[in-house]
């Protein structure tokens, strides 16, 4: 069975779609609950931190509902289209309001918004996990690093499109000197976008017959098939599956700690620790982010020739090595310099390392009808880090000093090192032994 990147792209307009509509979240909503609503930081916050809290429970939820669904279209794609369609209808809501508010406000309006942003991120919650599922629904096992690397390729775009329209509505030119601010066009071109991806997806993608295929594939591969049959016929997992899978979802859980806390609290680092604008220390985050773009698809293509544990492996010690140096940086530096973002850059492809390996790590360890659940299990402890992270870290540089932001970020990559160490399923190699262009043989666009 070939590896189709056309296939893998198309689905992958999912996550576009979804990470098209974050960007947008996270970067609008604080700005309307604080400006136009007036709410003070702390409760803007936790407003903010509502996404992280449900998507606790509704991720692994509708991941194994989804796993059971059984409709013509498949198991993933009708969550995917009425999750779609209602959140671009709810999201329309929300500007609206809010300039009906600025005009005229009331508590009931107030009451209104709150109620739609709770609606949205249920309904956000609903299809995100059957979203990413569908990719290793519909690849097999051994091309998942390559698949996800694309899929994360696909989802940065997403992000990207976004900044980039949105850079040109919101121009300094355009917004200065405003006492309130239009959201309402870029909510319409996101959901504009969104209903695109969906129309891709839905059309594009024959998830029934994909499925079946990849079913096929597994029957012919049983080596592959980590489940058990017990006494009474039930599958379940062997028990050092269990702790595998264990050991690797508190990996996930430390990785994210750490590299969350980087992505909460550098700017605020950089402004008082290095004395550095907020347009460098976002440049160091964008540089990044780049580094990460670019290094998708060649480290997928490299975990498939030395495996995914040992690509996760270069990654943890990549951004260990990182966060140790800007440590050694503060102490002895201290102020601005551009080697930072050569660092910075290489922190985003150590990130990239990991991402690209964890998830497809996780669903090797599961039968087929299970990645939604499995794919939910992902997200509960990746999601609950970044909850727990920015408390954390803050505290202890409250507390303490501000010095202590990348100690801190390479304890706990040190420590997921370690607990991958007990992590002995979910790795492959497809391509060993082939050479340049003989690694290409499998795939077909």
Same mark, same amino acid.
């Given at each position: 069975?070939?590896?189709?990147?056309?296939?893998?792209?198309?689905?992958?307009?999912?996550?576009?779609?979804?990470?098209?509509?974050?960007?947008?979240?996270?970067?609008?909503?604080?700005?309307?609950?604080?400006?136009?609503?007036?709410?003070?930081?702390?409760?803007?916050?936790?407003?903010?931190?509502?996404?992280?809290?449900?998507?606790?429970?509704?991720?692994?939820?509708?991941?194994?509902?989804?796993?059971?669904?059984?409709?013509?279209?498949?198991?993933?794609?009708?969550?995917?289209?009425?999750?779609?369609?209602?959140?671009?209808?709810?999201?329309?809501?929300?500007?609206?309001?809010?300039?009906?508010?600025? @005009?005229? /406000?009331?508590?009931?309006?107030? *009451?209104?918004?709150?109620?739609? =942003?709770?609606? %949205? #991120? &249920?309904?956000?919650?609903?299809?995100?996990?059957?979203?990413?599922?569908?990719?290793?629904?519909?690849?097999?096992?051994?091309?998942?690093?390559?698949?996800?690397?694309?899929?994360?390729?696909?989802?940065?775009?997403?992000?990207?499109?976004?900044?980039?329209?949105?850079?040109?509505?919101?121009?300094?030119?355009?917004?200065?000197?405003?006492?309130?601010?239009?959201?309402?066009?870029?909510?319409?071109?996101?959901?504009?976008?969104?209903?695109?991806?969906?129309?891709?997806?839905?059309?594009?993608?024959?998830?029934?017959?994909?499925?079946?295929?990849?079913?096929?594939?597994?029957?012919?591969?049983?080596?592959?098939?980590?489940?058990?049959?017990? @006494?009474? /016929?039930?599958?379940?997992?062997? *028990?050092?599956?269990?702790?595998? =899978?264990?050991? %690797? #979802? &508190?990996?996930?859980?430390?990785?994210?700690?750490?590299?969350?806390?980087?992505?909460?609290?550098?700017?605020?680092?950089?402004?008082?620790?290095?004395?550095?604008?907020?347009?460098?220390?976002?440049?160091?985050?964008?540089?990044?982010?780049?580094?990460?773009?670019?290094?998708?698809?060649?480290?997928?293509?490299?975990?498939?020739?030395?495996?995914?544990?040992?690509?996760?492996?270069?990654?943890?010690?990549?951004?260990?090595?990182?966060?140790?140096?800007?440590?050694?940086?503060?102490?002895?530096?201290?102020?601005?310099?551009?080697?930072?973002?050569?660092?910075?850059?290489?922190?985003?492809?150590?990130?990239?390392?990991?991402?690209?390996?964890?998830?497809?790590?996780?669903?090797?360890?599961?039968?087929?009808?299970?990645?939604?659940?499995?794919?939910?299990?992902?997200?509960?402890?990746?999601?609950?880090?970044?909850?727990?992270?920015?408390?954390?870290?803050?505290?202890?540089?409250?507390?303490?000093?501000?010095?202590?932001?990348?100690?801190?970020?390479?304890?706990?990559?040190?420590?997921?090192?370690?607990?991958?160490?007990?992590?002995?399923?979910?790795?492959?190699?497809?391509?060993?032994?082939?050479?340049?262009?003989?690694?290409?043989?499998?795939?077909?666009?």
């Amino acid at each position: 069975m070939k590896y189709k990147a056309g296939q893998t792209i198309r689905i992958g307009f999912a996550f576009l779609s979804i990470c098209a509509f974050w960007q947008m979240y996270n970067t609008i909503i604080p700005l309307v609950l604080t400006r136009t609503f007036h709410m003070n930081e702390s409760i803007s916050g936790f407003i903010m931190a509502l996404d992280n809290i449900l998507a606790l429970f509704l991720l692994p939820f509708f991941g194994t509902v989804s796993d059971k669904c059984k409709s013509k279209m498949g198991r993933r794609k009708p969550f995917i289209l009425f999750g779609t369609i209602a959140a671009i209808i709810l999201m329309m809501l929300l500007p609206i309001i809010d300039n009906s508010y600025f @005009e005229n /406000g009331s508590t009931a309006k107030l *009451a209104i918004f709150i109620g739609i =942003l709770g609606a %949205l #991120l &249920i309904v956000m919650g609903t299809y995100r996990s059957p979203a990413v599922a569908l990719m290793p629904d519909c690849t097999p096992k051994p091309y998942r690093s390559m698949a996800n690397a694309i899929i994360n390729l696909m989802g940065a775009l997403g992000g990207i499109i976004y900044l980039g329209i949105s850079s040109v509505l919101f121009s300094k030119s355009r917004t200065q000197g405003l006492d309130h601010i239009n959201y309402l066009p870029i909510f319409i071109i996101v959901g504009g976008i969104m209903l695109l991806a969906l129309i891709i997806v839905m059309i594009t993608i024959d998830e029934n017959k994909l499925h079946g295929e990849l079913e096929e594939y597994e029957a012919a591969h049983p080596e592959e098939n980590l489940i058990e049959i017990d @006494e009474t /016929g039930k599958e379940e997992l062997p *028990a050092p599956v269990k702790r595998s =899978l264990l050991f %690797l #979802l &508190i990996s996930i859980s430390l990785w994210f700690i750490s590299y969350n806390g980087i992505e909460t609290w550098f700017t605020t680092y950089a402004s008082k620790v290095w004395g550095m604008a907020l347009g460098q220390a976002n440049t160091c985050l964008m540089i990044a982010t780049g580094g990460a773009i670019l290094s998708y698809v060649p480290i997928g293509w490299i975990a498939e020739k030395i495996g995914r544990k040992k690509s996760i492996y270069c990654g943890i010690i990549d951004m260990t090595a990182c966060f140790i140096f800007c440590f050694i940086y503060t102490l002895t530096i201290g102020t601005f310099s551009p080697i930072l973002f050569v660092v910075f850059a290489l922190v985003g492809m150590g990130w990239a390392a990991i991402n690209v390996n964890s998830l497809p790590m996780v669903v090797e360890m599961c039968k087929g009808s299970d990645t939604g659940k499995f794919t939910g299990y992902y997200y509960t402890f990746s999601m609950a880090a970044q909850i727990i992270t920015p408390i954390v870290a803050g505290t202890l540089m409250n507390r303490i000093n501000y010095n202590v932001l990348f100690p801190y970020c390479a304890v706990f990559m040190v420590l997921a090192f370690i607990t991958m160490q007990f992590v002995k399923h979910g790795d492959t190699v497809v391509t060993k032994g082939k050479k340049g262009l003989e690694a290409f043989d499998d795939m077909d666009m």
